[in-house]
């Protein structure tokens, strides 16, 4: 089902093991990218969690953290 798939994930090396350990599924073999170790290959300090990254590059991403959270919440409240 991944034959001739790339798979770009967050910590990818993390779930291929867990996936291979609990699923019996080999996905390192279709891992193309692993961004978290992209990230700290660029920058060796700070944290490398997925939104602490996508928070330090918010402007490159056109995203505003603050507003996008204050909209979240309005969202929480009327469900």
Do not use: W
């Amino acid at each position: 089902f991944l034959i001739g798939k790339n798979l770009v994930m967050h910590n990818g090396s993390y779930d291929c093991q867990i996936t291979l350990n609990d699923y019996g599924i080999n996905l390192l073999p279709y891992l193309y990218i692993d961004t978290m170790l992209m990230v700290h290959t660029v920058r060796e300090e700070g944290k490398f969690a997925l939104k602490d990254i996508a928070v330090s590059i918010q402007e490159e991403l056109g995203f505003d953290v603050e507003n996008a959270a204050n909209e979240e919440q309005i969202a929480l409240k009327e469900n």
